[in-house]
């Protein structure tokens, strides 16, 4: 089905435009900005975190870690998504933070890391553990 631009969404665009050009004159701060995305696909035979520990045979759709860093002149940020289930702190989230402190700059309060939460992806960290309760003395 053929698409059709009509005046209504040219209006709201033109519109849209206009007010950007009142509330953002030229001199002003630029907005900076640079993305970048590796491949984190494990090699067959790694146990899935959603296969109960079932080694993959197969590769449908490839892993990725995807980094948007902006910087608006004053403050730099870094959005982070990896496709993982999860991203623990302490096995990987908080050295993450460091690393990229250490090596760029980026303040680690201003690094954002989350995960994408696929049950297809490989199962690398240790799984939460729970304390075991207090023990309750017989009666």
């Not at 001199?27 to 993305?35: E, I, S, T």
């Not at 960290?125 to 075991?132: A, G, I, M, N, Y």
């Amino acid at each position: 089905m053929k698409k059709c631009v009509t005046l209504k969404s040219t209006m709201s665009v033109l519109v849209v435009l206009l007010i950007l050009h009142i509330f953002c004159p030229a001199g002003q701060a630029v907005l900076k900005g640079g993305c970048a995305k590796v491949n984190i696909t494990p090699p067959l035979g790694i146990p899935l975190i959603g296969s109960y520990g079932k080694p993959s045979d197969d590769i449908i759709d490839e892993l990725y870690a995807k980094a948007l860093v902006l910087n608006d002149g004053s403050t730099t940020i870094a959005i982070i998504s990896v496709d993982l289930l999860y991203s623990p702190l302490e096995e990987i989230t908080n050295p993450i933070r460091k690393i990229i402190k250490d090596k760029i700059g980026i303040p680690e309060q201003n690094i954002f890391i989350c995960a994408t939460h696929t049950h297809s992806g490989p199962e690398v960290f240790t799984r939460t553990k729970l304390r075991p309760e207090k023990e309750v003395p017989a009666s």
